[in-house]
Nanobody
Framework: QVQLVESGGGLVQAGDSLRLSCAAS????????MGWFRQAPGKEREFVAA????????SYADSVKGRFTISRENAKSTVYLQMNNLKPEDTAAYYC???????????????????WGQGTQVTVSS
């Protein structure tokens, strides 16, 4: 199994930036893909971004494309989510997730990711 710990959330104003980090342990980090999801109160958990095991391939939800960037540093077993030009609708708890069954492309449904962090809150005020 994989243990994941997120950090970097906070309260910001619209237009600001934040960088989330997720540190992984328990399994060779460079062998599986990673993802970021978010969940707002009263809503289902939704896909934000994913990255392949090498970092060479990424995918994004349409709502964040052009504003968010996912990256990974395998030497540090860490995945990042750089969030720019934040909007109030980005307010949510953000979770990183690991899919140890795939290193490259795969489904973006939450069920495809078997390991989850505890989440970090991002609040964007208008």
């Amino acid at each position: 199994q994989v243990q994941l710990v997120e950090s970097g959330g906070g309260l910001v104003q619209a237009g600001d930036s934040l960088r989330l980090s997720c540190a992984a342990s328990g399994r060779a980090f460079s062998t599986y893909r990673m993802g970021w999801f978010r969940q707002a109160p009263g809503k289902e958990r939704e896909f934000v971004a994913a990255i392949s095991w090498t970092g060479g391939s990424t995918s994004y939800a349409d709502s964040v494309k052009g504003r968010f960037t996912i990256s990974r540093e395998n030497a540090k077993s860490t995945v990042y989510l750089q969030m720019n030009n934040l909007k109030p609708e980005d307010t949510a708890a953000y979770y990183c997730a690991a899919d140890i069954t795939r290193g490259y492309f795969g489904p973006t449904a939450p069920q495809a990711f078997g390991s989850w962090g505890q989440g970090t809150q991002v609040t964007v005020s208008s």
